[in-house]
């Protein structure tokens, strides 16, 4: 996006600097409810972990229980 300020009309200069904090909003709001379902879904897998090393021991542990970690460690945002 071009920088408000190299704009030479006044109204398309402060319709794009509305967009931009629009955008900069958005952003910030999608950021929130990222994280926030990243951590509740942390918490479901913890619970999970703890369920089924009650269940099972730690010796009972099949591959999609570390499978389930593998996916927590990697969160989206590292991509």
Partial sequence: MSDPSLIQDPA??????????????VFREMTIEG?????????????RTYARLSSVG??????DDYLAWVA????????
């Avoid at 927590?72 to 991509?79: A, G, K, L, Q």
């Fill in 12 to 25: 398309a200069a402060a319709a794009a600097a509305a967009a931009a904090e629009a955008g900069a909003k």
């Fill in 35 to 47: 994280f926030t379902l990243y951590g509740i879904a942390v918490i479901f897998t913890m619970l």
């Fill in 58 to 63: 730690i010796k009972g542990l099949q591959g």
């Fill in 72 to 79: 927590v460690v990697r969160h989206p945002s590292h991509y």
